[in-house]
């Protein structure tokens, strides 16, 4: 049997909206970053999807984005495994001080490995589908450099990425972890 996982990256931040690194460091979702949101829940309601269960990262973006989702009306767990890729001395800064925007591949001793993080995002789809039955759906919500980089790996190297509040879902039968549809259901907004 199948468990459906329907990954949703959160709303735009304060920190997106001015280009700052935002991995460990919180933003809350701005007016544009809630209408996002709530483009995502009607969406779900518009295809009539149901969720059983729902998962979030600790952080006060992802939180937010659930309960928006939800109509605040389903309780959750809340999951530190969820939480985005720590950048060291980056956390704050400016986009464009990345070092992977100037093609250098050396990473600050200081940043969360790569693959440390698809190792967290391993233990929290695996603690996530324990708790899942089969035929049920979750959802899971969270940040877009973990939730790309877990897609990568189970599902399709070369997915692109996730916007502000797009949705992927997942099929899970046994270890086969299928991508089955990449949504952005706020593409269409003017960005501010």
């Not at 759906?137 to 996730?162: E, M, S």
Request: net charge negative; glycine share 6%.
């Amino acid at each position: 049997m199948t468990k459906t996982l329907y990954l949703v990256r959160h709303g735009q931040t304060y920190f997106n909206y001015y280009h700052k690194v935002q991995g460990r460091c919180d933003s809350p979702l701005t007016e544009m970053g809630i209408h996002q949101v709530e483009m995502a829940r009607d969406y779900f309601q518009k295809h009539d999807v149901h969720f059983d269960k729902a998962f979030s990262s600790t952080q006060e973006r992802a939180c937010d984005t659930l309960e928006i989702i939800t109509d605040h009306k389903m309780p959750y767990k809340r999951l530190k495994d969820l939480r985005e890729q720590c950048y060291g001395i980056f956390e704050g800064q400016d986009e464009f001080l990345l070092p992977w925007n100037y093609n250098n591949p050396n990473v600050d001793p200081t940043m969360e490995k790569d693959e440390d993080v698809v190792g967290r995002m391993h233990r929290a789809i695996t603690q996530i589908l324990k708790g899942v039955n089969d035929g049920e759906t979750a959802l899971v919500v969270g940040h877009g450099d973990i939730l790309a980089k877990y897609v990568r790996d189970v599902a399709d190297p070369n997915f692109a990425g996730f916007a502000n509040a797009s949705i992927v879902k997942l099929s899970v039968d046994g270890k086969n972890v299928h991508l089955d549809t990449y949504v952005r259901p706020a593409e269409s907004l003017k960005q501010i």
